[in-house]
């Protein structure tokens, strides 16, 4: 089951960079509590080029609005939010 | 810096006068009593934390532009121009500042060093130079609140399967988590995540009371990062909710300062008194207890426990006894802290600090108190009503070695109500997939 | 008198006295015209009866036992500054009315020798907590917080101690000669005595009232607004309910 797991993430992950093309940092994210997966990706975004994308997997449910509603008042964008199990995968492109 | 820049700020300083402030930044005879009262000035011995002095910043400020004598004599005052080296040492000493008023509960005339810093955090705003991170939060809360019906949709179901975990904890398939539920009686705000919402949902559901799940969580960032109308508009998210469900009580979570900006700021920030009574979790825990409505099963818990007194919950809010008197019916053996209740040291992870990366270092220095304070209990679990005293007691206990668990009072209960170990936590998913266990 | 003692034993009492009076009342005024905030910003514990919260706010302003818990020398010394500032104020209305039942009762004589006595401790007492309060900010972190308001505050309270108990200890001048001239302020036309205007002690007389003419006129307009800010803001603190 936990293989199955896994190998499923795998696919998960494959499947969203083939969507949305290159990921250039990659955030392990799960298990931080609310506020700090909004919080990492904060502080990440200058670390990716301007159009660059951040994957980041958080398992935090109050992730789901947060990040989304960072990337909108900071003009970011999320391309896309999915979930898998308990993980929740975000694609977040640097807009400026 | 230019002229404009400075002149929102005096602006600022002008708009957030009020008699209080003046009382304040009048009478402090920069005494230095509050100095030991500062667990930050205490564990670093840096000036910049010295509760006085961060006042006195903003204090040369006002004096240089507010005061007759403060023109007149500015070398008496060493009143300076708010140049850009104020603004930096003045961001410093105030967003460290973890609110815990404990400085004010030790000086002589009483001087609230946090309602100081309000005005330092709004000069700081004005200036462009508001911590970032906070300011980030804030406007995401706000944002979260325009753009609600985005994520309606995901919160319902995320909802739907923390129903399902609350109905196989208390082995009741018909449990529900209610959202917007019209008529009910109270509307709890949690914050994001499980562990908020299970334990009270255990409670609230073992009482048979008639309450429904608030959709915005009752953190506060525009109140950390002092901006009077962010945080208006974030606490406003669920002051509107309740009055829209006509609830009669608005329960907040376990979370010191979302209380306080309920219970004591709102109305003043909002200009428009609340139409429900607010209520913290311990106080109705306490009450549910007392009424008989949720029994606590004998039995009690052996295992030392220890209970830290937020800030926010206990010298702001005056909460002493009624997590005492809940604690005493779960455990037979609470220890006290030394010192305990309005003396009770701050645990250095407030005022925002632990949402703030670049306070990471500082806090775990300004902590150490509390470390020691725990470990001379000798206690394996500590209870603290507050989210920020268990992310920042957590990890101190990391740091110093300490060797306990953190959580919070209504876990213990819950717990309790469905006959587990009080300290086991309330995590997504560990009911899901039983199967996963071999 | 000659035209300095005049000057400043005589005129400049009056325009202290004023100033202190209209500075005060221009100060409360000064407060009461901000509108307060709304907010309550009391701490707990908090009592809940009326008379337990006067109880609470009277213990908070003039005893802030709590500080008991931080800094015992500091409570000491700013406990014995405040009584002995208290007691000197008390001493002083000698000048203005002998204390007759007590001066009755010790007979001149032994009036002489209390007062000697009772305010020769005040005056050491309230010496000492002053040099103790001024040699604490020369230290860091106290000298860090230090304006120099402070220093001139307690120096300036250091030279009228100084100078009150000089009159005291080596005055050799007589109760009465002090009350004359107190009374001839009363009257509005302020003399020396015979007994103290021949005396080289006039000199001493004459730098002490000036000091505390000065310290009287700065007083409403320095940190030491507490005085009546205490009393307030100690309120403040007892407003959460
Ligand atoms: S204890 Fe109060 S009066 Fe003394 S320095 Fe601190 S804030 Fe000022
Ligand atoms: S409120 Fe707490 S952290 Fe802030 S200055 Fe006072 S004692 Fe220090």
Redesign the interface.
């Known amino acids: 089951m936990a293989k199955e797991k896994a190998k499923s993430k795998q696919e998960a992950s494959e499947k969203t960079e083939k969507t949305a093309g290159k990921v250039d940092l990659e955030l392990d994210l799960r298990g931080l509590m609310c506020p700090l997966p909004m919080v990492r990706v904060s502080q990440n975004i200058n670390k990716v080029p301007v159009g660059g994308v951040i994957r980041a997997v958080a398992t935090d449910p109050g992730s789901l609005a947060d990040i989304p509603s960072w990337a909108r008042t900071t003009g970011n964008e999320v391309l896309k939010t999915e979930r898998d199990g308990k993980d929740i995968i975000f694609l977040v492109k640097r807009v400026k | 810096m230019n002229k404009t820049e400075l002149k929102t700020i005096t602006g600022v300083l002008e708009q957030g006068m009020n008699r209080q402030l003046l009382y304040y930044l009048d009478v402090c005879t920069r005494c230095s009593i509050c100095k030991d009262a500062c667990h930050q000035y205490v564990s670093t011995g840096d000036v910049l934390f010295l509760p006085a002095y961060r006042a006195e910043l903003i204090r040369r400020v006002y004096k240089k532009y507010f005061t007759r004598s403060g023109l007149f004599l500015p070398s008496l005052y060493e009143a300076r121009e708010s140049d850009d080296r104020l603004l930096d040492e003045l961001y410093r000493s105030t967003y460290a500042c973890t609110g815990c008023r404990r400085c004010m509960y030790y000086c002589p005339f009483s001087i609230d060093t946090t309602w100081v810093l309000g005005v330092a955090k709004a000069m700081l705003i004005a200036a462009g130079k508001g911590a970032q991170i906070l300011t980030e939060l804030a406007g995401a809360a706000v944002s979260k609140g325009e753009n609600i019906d985005l994520f309606k949709d995901i919160m319902l179901d995320l909802n739907k399967e923390t129903e399902k975990e609350l109905q196989s904890l208390i082995g009741d398939s018909k449990a529900t988590i209610p959202i917007e539920k019209e008529g009910a009686d109270i509307l709890y705000a949690a914050l994001a995540g499980v562990h908020s919402i299970l334990p009270p949902s255990v409670i609230f559901h073992k009482a048979g009371l008639n309450w429904t799940l608030s959709l915005f969580e009752s953190a506060n960032y525009g109140y950390f990062l002092g901006d009077v109308e962010k945080g208006r508009i974030i606490a406003k998210r669920i002051v509107d909710e309740a009055k829209r469900l006509g609830v009669k009580e608005v329960v907040i979570s376990e979370c010191g300062h979302a209380y306080r900006v309920m219970q004591y700021l709102y109305e003043t920030w909002a200009k428009e008194e609340l139409s429900f009574g607010v209520t913290a979790m311990v106080e109705i825990i306490a009450r549910l207890i007392e009424e008989g409505s949720i029994e606590i099963p004998s039995g009690k818990e052996r295992k030392i426990v220890t209970y830290h007194d937020p800030c926010q919950v206990g010298r702001n809010a005056g909460f002493y006894e009624e997590p005492r008197y809940v604690l005493n019916q779960v455990a037979s053996n609470l220890r006290e802290l030394n010192p305990s209740r309005e003396k009770n040291w701050c645990c250095g992870g407030g005022g925002g600090l632990v949402a703030q990366p670049e306070f990471d270092e500082f806090r775990i220095k300004t902590g150490e108190r509390k470390a020691e304070q725990i470990k001379q209990t000798r206690a394996g679990l500590v209870v603290s009503p507050c989210e920020n005293c268990r992310l920042q007691i957590t990890a101190l206990n990391e740091k110093y070695d300490m060797g306990v668990k953190v959580t919070g009072l209504s876990d213990v209960v819950a717990n309790q109500l469905i006959g587990r170990d009080i300290a086991t936590s309330f995590e997504a998913g560990q009911t899901e997939e039983p199967e996963d266990e071999d | 008198m000659n035209w300095l003692s005049f000057l400043l034993a005589g005129v400049l009492v009056y325009v202290a006295v004023a100033v202190f009076l209209v500075g005060t009342v221009f100060?409360v005024y000064?407060?009461?015209k901000?509108?307060?905030?709304?907010?309550?910003?009391g701490?707990?514990?908090?009592a809940n009866s009326q008379r337990g919260r006067f109880l609470q706010w009277a213990r908070?302003t003039f005893l802030?036992l709590?500080?008991l818990?931080?800094?015992r020398p500091?409570w000491l010394f700013?406990i014995l500054l405040h009584i002995g500032g208290l007691a000197a104020f008390v001493g002083h209305l000698r000048l203005i009315q002998e204390f007759t039942p007590l001066a009755t009762a010790l007979g001149k004589e032994g009036m002489g020798q209390f007062s000697l006595i009772s305010g020769g401790i005040v005056g050491i007492v309230l010496l000492v907590s002053v040099i103790y309060l001024l040699s604490r900010r020369f230290k860091?972190?106290?000298r860090?917080?230090?304006?120099?308001?402070?220093y001139?505050l307690l120096i300036l309270i250091f030279m009228v101690l100084l100078m009150g108990n000089h009159l005291r200890f080596f005055g050799h001048v007589e109760v009465e000669a002090y009350r004359a001239y107190v009374h001839s302020l009363l009257t509005f036309s302020p003399e020396f005595p015979v007994e103290l205007a021949e005396s080289g002690t006039r000199w001493v007389l004459v730098t002490h009232v000036t000091l505390s003419n000065l310290l009287l006129i700065y007083l409403p307009?320095s940190?030491?607004?507490?005085y009546i800010?205490?009393y307030?803001?100690?309120l403040?603190?007892s407003e959460?309910r």
């Not at chain 3, 701490?43 to 908090?46: D, G, M, V, Y």
């Not at chain 3, 940190?223 to 507490?226: D, R, S």
């Open positions: 100060r000064y407060w009461l901000v509108p307060r905030s709304s907010i309550r910003l701490i707990f514990p908090q908070d802030f709590q500080v818990d931080v800094d500091m700013v860091s972190p106290y860090d917080l230090s304006t120099p308001e402070d001139f307009f940190k030491l607004v507490h800010g205490t307030a803001v100690n403040v603190r959460a």
